[in-house]
């Protein structure tokens, strides 16, 4: 069984994709990707889960994959992304589910369980725990702690690493998804995230070793991120300050 087709959805101010496995009365399971991602990230805990008896539902977050991709920051401000869970389960008639986040996917579950709590059942968030709200802006921490080139402080640039990135889907994929050599810190290679896929790049994005994921799969991404772009993405970590803000309310 492959993985399943979209079912496009109108949540008021964009289409969203959602893909479904399971029985439409069985206790739902909403599935939120990270970057760089989409759905498809969710290719074989989908099945899996409705084996199990659940009913799996995975979108591509506005700017991803099939999904509708609007261009200025403020449509991916945390209120948004929260925003479009909610009007999802209104959509599917689903009073309550449990979150599945991953990587950004794990930010969005734990503000919904904040904001939308009495739609929320119960979180799970891989790779991104619950943390305490900072006292600063995290920009600030990031850029103090590792510099300029720090990927979130990169970011803030306007056109710069979605251009970079368009210019090549595949090597991105293929210089992220994948193991590093024994003794490497790759928080570091992360960390100066741009500046290393420039080098990469003019290196002629070579194959690397370690691959996580089949060239089948990263073919499967690559054309998503050629139609979608890498603007929806990057424009989550564009609202990093205006998200820390928000949170003081919380």
Known sequence: ??????????????????????????????????????????KSQLPALARAGYRAIAMDLRGFGHSDAPTGKEHYHITKMVGD?????????????????????????????????????????????????????????????????????????QGVAETLFDQDPLA?????????PKGTKSSHEMYHLLKNFKTYLAAGAPDL?????????????AGAYTHSGFHGGINLYRNTTENWQYGASL
């Open 1 to 42: 069984m492959g993985f399943p087709k979209p079912t496009i959805l109108d949540l008021g101010d964009v289409n969203i994709a959602v893909y479904q496995k399971g029985e439409a009365t069985a206790p739902p399971v909403v599935l939120i990707h990270g970057w760089p991602e989409m759905a498809y990230s969710w």
């Open 85 to 157: 869970i909610e009007h999802l389960l209104d959509k599917l008639a689903i009073r309550e589910a449990v979150l599945v986040g991953h990587d950004w996917g794990g930010i969005i579950v734990w503000h919904a369980a904040r904001m939308i709590s009495e739609r929320v059942r119960g979180v799970i968030s891989i790779c991104t725990p619950h943390t305490k709200y900072p006292p600063v802006d995290p920009l600030a921490i990031f850029e103090k702690r590792h510099g300029k080139d720090h990927y979130f402080v990169a970011y803030q640039q």
């Open 172 to 180: 991105v994929f293929k210089m992220l998804f994948r193991t590093v």
């Open 209 to 221: 070793p370690g691959a996580v994921m089949s060239r089948e799969d990263m073919q499967v991404f």
